[in-house]
């Protein structure tokens, strides 16, 4: 079976509310008195679900000597994501209106490394793009 070819630029809407209601809702976990405890299990247990559920589905796919050593980084990245942003979630002074903003300053670091790790090219409309969401968020940390 192989992946469904959808547009990405819906996928990216998609993605962006999705993440959005992710983050008020733990939010809400965290300030209704939410428990780490109970999170993460549940959050591993969600993890291992939806692995299995691809490789079920996906049988096909295979791992080799060059995609292990991305993949690792991969993981530990989105390890690290989830631990640090659950810190700035669970923090009671967290203003999410800001935090979420700076935090979605990932667009900036991710063409940064496009370019270096992917040998992507940046237009002069991308460094722009990239020099407004850093003024934006300037305006929202002064």
Same mark, same amino acid.
């Given at each position: 079976m192989a992946f469904p070819q959808l547009d990405w630029r819906l996928l990216s809407v998609v993605v962006?509310?999705?993440?959005?209601?992710y983050t008020v809702t733990i939010r809400k976990f965290f300030s209704d008195g939410g428990d780490w405890r109970i999170l993460l299990p549940l959050a591993? #247990?969600?993890?291992l679900l939806a692995l299995a559920y691809f490789a079920f589905i996906?049988?096909?796919?295979? $791992?080799?000597?060059s995609t292990l050593g991305v993949l690792a980084i991969a993981l530990?990245?989105?390890?690290? %994501?989830?631990?640090?942003s659950m810190l700035v979630? /669970?923090?009671p002074a967290t203003q999410i209106n800001v935090a979420?903003?700076?935090?979605?300053?990932?667009? %900036?670091?991710? /063409?940064? $490394?496009?370019? $270096?790790?992917?040998?992507e090219t940046v237009t002069l409309?991308?460094?722009?793009g990239i020099i407004l969401a850093? /003024? /934006?968020? $300037? #305006?929202?940390v002064k």
């Open positions: 962006m509310l999705v993440l959005g209601l591993g #247990v969600v993890g996906y049988k096909e796919v295979s $791992f080799n000597g530990i990245s989105i390890g690290l %994501v989830t631990l640090l979630y /669970a923090d979420m903003p700076i935090m979605g300053l990932s667009i %900036v670091s991710t /063409a940064i $490394f496009s370019i $270096f790790f992917l040998g409309k991308t460094w722009a850093l /003024a /934006a968020i $300037f #305006v929202l």
